[in-house]
Each structure stands twice: as structure tokens, then as C-alpha cells.
């Protein structure tokens, strides 16, 4: 059973555009929400989060907004650049793990983002 | 300030055999946590450890343990090694600062194991 869904394994975008990767989730007692990236062989590299009381988070070229009623996410990368070419996580939390703080993160399965020169 | 290190960054092991993996976390850092990485199931949580405690533990048998120390260093093992152990293991830190609710969690590189 998914808690968190990436329903696209892989995206391809030309360079300048603007790359949207999507998540879904589905236990709405998720509270925090993070993307990261990650290369081959490396560990996930955080990218950016957002809390549940806000829909929109901005830091630079990335952009996570959040729907609540649709349970919903997305990352928007604008202008995506060819070394933004990676596998994108995203990651969920919330205070049903214990006490009042997370304690783990549930991932969805993953998007490969390839951006084009 | 150095990042999240793992060691070693790369096993190989026997079936049946037993292995430590060591995580460092970011200074400062008081919360680790362990991750495996398969390319069937994904990302998936194993256990995370709080001043030397484990406060929260994923769905794995008991073939996988941990620890941590007092200076927050943490050591995974994983005893009687099957095949599908073959996997790339991470390590994660936070700060678990008193009262946060909403931590970001810091990943190292991760040790990739080779059960054969």
C-alpha cells in the first residue's frame, strides 16, 4: 500500500522549460513535505519542503506547490537546466509517527528527470 | 560543516555472513536514520535513533539492527545475510531540536552491500 505515489517513473523536458513532477498521497495525517534529488551512487540531496499550512514554497528556480483537499504536490524547476537531470524523490512526514516530531519519511518511487541541451 | 559520512561505501558479502555499517552525522545533528534503497521497493525506512534510543523502528525483520552512540554516530547491522539484502543502505541526519514538529533529514552517500 503507496502512502506516497510518483506516477511517472520518468519526464523529459528541453533546457528553459519548466519541468512539473507530480505526487500524490493518500494519509492525510501527513503534516511535512519534502522533495530531493538524487544521482546514481550518490545519497538524496534535499531540494526543498513544504509545511502543510502553506500550498506554495519557493527557494530560487524551485517552486513545491501543495493542494491539501486534492492531496496533491508538485515541484516546478523553471528554467530546467541539463544538470537538473536526475531522479526526483518525494518524501512525506507527519506527527502519527510519535510524539510530536517525525520520525521517518515515506518516499514515492521516484521521477527521472532528463532535460535536453 | 562536513556532511552526513558512511563507511565503507561499498561490501561484499556471502550469503549468511554478518555486517556493521557506520553512519556520522551532520555535527550538531542528534537524530539518524536508516534507509534501504532496491530498485523494486524504493526508499524504505528502517529504524531512527534519538540519544542513543531507537524511538521508531520500519517494517524489517529482526535481522537488522542498530545503534548509536553518545556522540550520535550510528552503526547498522544486519546478521545472517540473504540475497535480498543486496541493497544501497543510507544514513540520514537531523537536528531533532526540543519541539519541532517538521525537521529536514540530511543524507550521506550510502554503502552500497553486494550479497552474493
Known amino acids: 500500500d503507496q502512502q506516497v505515489k510518483q506516477n511517472s517513473p520518468s519526464l523529459s523536458v528541453q533546457e528553459g522549460r519548466i519541468s512539473i513532477l507530480n505526487c500524490d498521497y493518500t494519509?492525510?495525517?501527513?503534516?511535512?513535505f519534502l522533495w530531493y534529488k538524487k544521482y546514481p551512487a550518490e545519497g538524496p540531496t534535499f531540494l526543498i519542503s513544504?509545511?502543510?499550512?502553506?500550498d506554495k514554497n519557493e527557494d530560487g528556480r524551485f517552486t513545491v506547490f501543495l493542494n491539501k483537499s486534492a492531496k496533491h504536490l508538485s515541484l516546478h524547476i523553471v528554467p530546467s537546466q541539463p544538470g537538473d537531470s536526475a531522479v526526483y524523490f518525494c518524501a512525506a512526514s507527519g506527527q502519527m509517527n510519535y510524539g510530536g516530531s517525525q520520525g521517518n519519511l515515506i518516499f514515492g518511487k521516484g521521477t527521472k528527470l532528463s532535460v535536453k541541451p | 560543516k562536513a556532511g552526513v559520512t558512511q563507511t565503507p561505501r561499498y561490501l561484499i558479502k556471502t550469503r549468511g555472513q554478518q555486517v556493521t555499517l557506520s553512519c556520522s552525522p551532520i555535527?550538531?545533528?542528534?537524530?539518524v536514520s536508516w534507509y534501504q534503497q532496491t530498485p523494486g521497493q524504493g526508499l524504505q525506512f528502517l529504524f531512527e535513533?534519538?540519544?542513543?534510543?531507537?524511538?521508531n523502528k520500519g517494517n524489517f525483520p529482526g535481522r537488522f539492527s542498530g545503534r548509536q552512540f553518545s556522540n550520535s554516530r550510528s552503526e547498522m547491522n544486519v546478521s545472517t545475510l540473504e540475497l535480498g539484502d543486496s541493497a544501497l543502505y543510507l544514513c540520514?541526519?537531523?537536528?531533532?531540536?526540543?519541539?519541532?514538529?517538521?525537521?529536514?533529514?540530511?543524507f550521506g552517500p550510502g554503502t552500497r552491500l553486494l550479497v552474493l
Open positions: 555535527s550538531g545533528h542528534r537524530s
Open positions: 540520514a541526519s537531523s537536528l531533532a531540536v526540543s519541539g519541532a514538529v517538521q525537521e529536514t533529514q540530511y
Open positions: 513544504i509545511s502543510s499550512i502553506k
Open positions: 494519509n492525510s495525517m501527513f503534516d511535512y
Open positions: 535513533y534519538f540519544s542513543e534510543t531507537q524511538r
